[in-house]
């Protein structure tokens, strides 16, 4: 199952609306996408707007945190229906270096299940890497049309959020990239 976890809308800072992007994503064979636009951008009904989107795929609603005392780090939120992924976002826009990504790791606001291994669909191989101690992601970070499918997971086929998000923590998937 092609898996999509960072992707933005017309909601924030992207320019297609979520059921745009999440047709654009089904047309390339994905069949679950995680809509998560900046909080600061988003509407106070964002979530249950989300949420009420008909669709083929499975759809995961997210958010893109900034966490200020890093320096307004972006931290992804996904949930499912008991289970919550958090991941650190694309290390390398903020041209960390590894002690710095696993120092943020353990500071966290809150546990970090996984790290961004790419920027804007683009493999960092830094950051893909043993020393960083969690499950490493492919996203594409998807801001329009041209973005969608330049990275994404892998993983067993379920319609289940909350399984979806136990296998990304447990590292059970696959990156892949076109």
Same mark, same amino acid.
């Given at each position: 199952?092609?898996?999509? +976890? &960072?992707?933005? @809308?017309?909601?924030?800072?992207?320019?297609?609306?979520?059921?745009?992007?999440?047709?654009?994503?089904?047309?390339?064979?994905?069949?679950?996408?995680? =809509? @998560? #636009?900046?909080?600061?951008?988003?509407?106070? #009904?964002?979530?249950?707007?989300?949420?009420? =989107?008909?669709?083929?795929?499975?759809?995961?609603?997210?958010?893109?945190? /900034?966490?200020?005392?890093?320096?307004?780090?972006?931290?992804?939120? =996904?949930?499912?229906?008991?289970?919550?992924?958090?991941?650190?976002?694309? !290390?390398?826009?903020?041209?960390?270096?590894? /002690?710095?990504?696993?120092?943020?790791?353990?500071?966290?606001?809150? !546990?970090?299940?996984?790290?961004?291994?790419? &920027?804007?669909?683009?493999?960092?191989?830094?950051?893909?890497? !043993?020393?960083? !101690?969690?499950?490493?992601?492919?996203?594409? #970070?998807?801001?329009?049309?041209? #973005?969608?499918?330049?990275?994404?997971?892998?993983?067993?086929?379920?319609?289940?959020?909350?399984?979806? +998000?136990?296998? =990304?923590?447990?590292?059970?998937?696959?990156?892949?990239?076109?």
């Amino acid at each position: 199952m092609k898996v999509a +976890l &960072h992707v933005h @809308t017309s909601l924030s800072d992207g320019i297609h609306s979520p059921a745009e992007m999440i047709e654009a994503y089904e047309e390339k064979g994905f069949r679950a996408v995680a =809509i @998560t #636009d900046h909080a600061f951008m988003t509407r106070p #009904d964002y979530f249950e707007f989300i949420r009420k =989107i008909k669709t083929r795929s499975l759809v995961l609603v997210g958010i893109e945190l /900034d966490w200020e005392p890093w320096h307004y780090q972006h931290l992804l939120r =996904i949930h499912g229906e008991s289970e919550t992924l958090h991941v650190l976002c694309h !290390p390398r826009s903020y041209l960390l270096e590894l /002690d710095e990504v696993n120092q943020r790791i353990r500071t966290a606001p809150f !546990p970090i299940d996984a790290i961004e291994i790419t &920027h804007r669909g683009f493999y960092t191989p830094e950051y893909d890497v !043993p020393e960083i !101690p969690v499950p490493k992601l492919a996203t594409d #970070d998807a801001h329009e049309f041209l #973005d969608v499918g330049r990275a994404w997971i892998e993983t067993t086929d379920t319609r289940d959020p909350d399984q979806l +998000l136990r296998a =990304i923590k447990a590292g059970q998937f696959q990156n892949c990239f076109p």
